[in-house]
């Protein structure tokens, strides 16, 4: 892969960020290329998790992800690495923010991870040449990239006096939206979160919270991201897509024979793809 240098005048230069209040005027990027249409959900927190700030960073990053939606991290331990990595397991994109030069990644530990970004499809960017050392200065720029390059920024788990609050900040500035995970209010590692609540940060506790505030339908996506095993499967997600509910009108429709009709229903409920709110209807999960 080759490295490519982008300016605010190149095509591929994300219109989101040239809205905040001081842009980078040169960009450098390593893996694909940026796509204007594509949802940006930027996710970051602590550097040190709690076993449950790494179950829900898993759960809710995984989810939006296999709905389309592109992960936005800064490639650092903790929750950042955490959010690359679950995007990935969902099968999406997610695009790491360096603080440094891409000539070494940075921590080191994580090189094995940027590998894997770029071989599905990610994206690595920096505003910083080659040979730029991670200066603490350089890391807090970074976060107006962060928050600037996306519609919205998730907070999972972070102190009082978390650097993850910057980030929280220059999304603010950049009106951007403001997501946050409620904790433990005995957990010191929920109460940066729990604040940001406090000052008018969208509480989120499912994946859906999160692609509502994005615009995303949530079942349309759930549907777009499964891929049916057998044609018995793709007809019956079609019609349930296309407003068909009745169990009957969808038997006749698809033309199946009524067991293997009945035994593709039942494992598209088992797999979380369609359910049954009530008796002889049906509809996405």
């Not at 095509?11 to 990027?29: D, F, V």
Request: charged share 20%; aromatic share 4%; proline share 4%.
């Amino acid at each position: 892969m080759n490295i490519r240098q982008i300016t605010t005048k190149d095509a591929e230069y994300p219109s989101l960020l040239k809205e905040i209040s001081s842009p980078p005027q040169r960009l450098w990027l390593l893996g694909a290329e940026l796509k204007e249409d594509e949802k940006r959900l930027t996710v970051v927190g602590t550097r040190n998790p709690t076993p449950y700030g790494k179950r829900m960073v898993h759960k809710l990053v995984k989810e939006v992800a296999e709905a389309g939606v592109t992960i936005v991290s800064g490639l650092a331990i903790g929750i950042d690495s955490l959010a690359h990595q679950a995007a990935l397991d969902g099968q999406g994109k997610t695009i790491a923010i360096l603080a440094r030069g891409l000539d070494k990644v940075y921590p080191a530990s994580n090189r094995e991870l940027a590998k894997n970004i770029l071989k599905t499809g990610g994206t690595l960017i920096t505003e910083y040449p080659f040979g730029t050392e991670s200066f603490k200065q350089n890391f807090v720029a970074r976060n107006r990239i962060q928050s600037g390059i996306s519609e919205a920024v998730l907070i999972i788990e972070c102190t009082q006096k978390s650097g993850t609050l910057i980030t929280a900040q220059f999304a603010v500035d950049q009106n951007r939206n403001v997501m946050a995970l409620p904790g433990n209010i005995d957990s010191r590692a929920s109460d940066g979160t729990n604040n940001l609540i406090k000052q008018g940060a969208s509480p989120v506790t499912c994946a859906e919270d999160i692609l509502e505030i994005l615009g995303v339908n949530f079942k349309a996506a759930k549907v777009k991201s499964y891929t049916p095993t057998n044609s018995a499967e793709e007809k019956i997600l079609a019609l349930i897509k296309n407003g068909v509910h009745s169990s009957e009108e969808l038997q006749v429709m698809t033309g199946l024979e009524i067991v293997e009709y009945n035994t593709n229903l039942t494992m598209l409920e088992i797999k979380g793809v369609i359910q049954q709110p009530n008796p002889g209807y049906w509809d996405l999960t």
